[in-house]
């Protein structure tokens, strides 16, 4: 018999289901996924940290879960990092039975053995639009009869915003992959997934992996990746100044950004970063090459966004967001250097864009 479990926004709204995951109360910001597949990818997705994730496709957990082991390259088989991220998980119906050539355990096993909660049976289409109109907001997953959206005695009380999340899903010191491989590019983990390392090693580049407070300028390199991640990008001021110190430098070297990436290259450069509404997490946001007709369709997973009305004049805005007009990447006029709000490494998906890692590779020449 599984426990009634509840979520509580802080506006005061509650929604009753059952509890599937770990039996514990957490707090979170919650956030909606609109993606039909990749669970598994998104619950490692280090961006997720401090969040309460929905996803609004209703069945999930039928596919089950895959090997959740590190392969002979130091990366998970499988997943995008080497555990689970969110705060909690809330599914409108989590299928119990599972089938899937590849899997390992159900879901439900996973987050009970990472202590994650999870809820099924919300109506998570009132959920959505509940967010969609008020926008994200805290809440609390509660399997106590008597708690409020409050809790109490620890950090998960503060604001989401008040927190450095990407310190607490960095890497602790460097890591380095597919090492004498030929040109070494600096990647700065703010949160990254396992899939951006995949996609510059099958290139043939050795990836030397970075904390995102490390001082990168005193390495040698050939170009600098700036890696996703959760939060706010204001709480990266260490980030920003190295690579402000990096675009200052008289050799100039190429410079690939991604989603948190994205937004920390233009705090660099003199922009500005905002917070959106309910930010964008899916795997069908189109997005057009800017000064083209080009469009793609992308994965995304971002709560903040690039004002490129505040780029310096040497930069422009490379990609909009065709749904809100939204900034989707930035690029110098003159040296090698881009970024992508969204994820061309996109695992589960799309791939559309992975061609901007041919591009960040030729460049290093």
Known sequence: MTREARLILSDGTVFYGRSFGYEADTVGEVVFNTAMTGYPESLTDPSYAGQILVTTFPLIGNYGVPDTGIGSDKLPLFMESDRIHPKALVVADYSEEYSHWNAKESLAAWLKREKIPAITGIDTRRLTKVLREHGVMMGKVSLTPDSSAKGEGSDDTLDYGSVNWVEKVSCKEIIR???????????????????????????????????????????????????????????????????????????????????????????????????????????????????????????????????????????????????????????????????????????????DTEFMFDEFVKMLG
């Not at 990254?192 to 030397?208: F, S």
């Not at 900034?327 to 040296?335: A, D, Q």
Request: with cysteine.
């Open 177 to 351: 992959y597919n090492e004498g491989a030929g040109k070494k590019v600096v990647l700065v983990d703010c949160g990254v997934k396992a899939n951006i390392i995949r996609c510059l090693i099958r290139r043939g580049v050795e990836v030397i992996r970075v904390p995102w407070d490390y001082d990168f300028n005193e390495l040698e390199f050939d170009g600098l990746f700036l890696a996703n991640g959760p939060g706010d990008p204001e709480r990266c001021g260490k980030t920003v100044e190295h690579i402000r110190a990096f675009l200052n430098n008289k050799e100039v070297r190429p410079c690939m950004g991604i989603c948190l990436g994205n937004q920390l290259l233009a705090r660099a450069a003199g922009a500005s970063t905002y917070k959106l509404k309910y930010g964008h997490r899916s795997h069908n946001q189109p997005v057009r090459k800017v000064g083209s007709n080009q469009c793609f369709i992308t994965s995304q997973n971002h709560g903040y966004a690039v004002d490129d009305s505040t780029l310096p004049a040497d930069w422009e805005a490379l990609f909009v967001n065709m749904n809100d007009g939204s900034n989707e990447g930035i690029r110098h006029k003159t040296n090698p250097w881009m970024s992508a709000q969204f994820h061309p490494e996109a695992c589960s998906g799309p791939t």
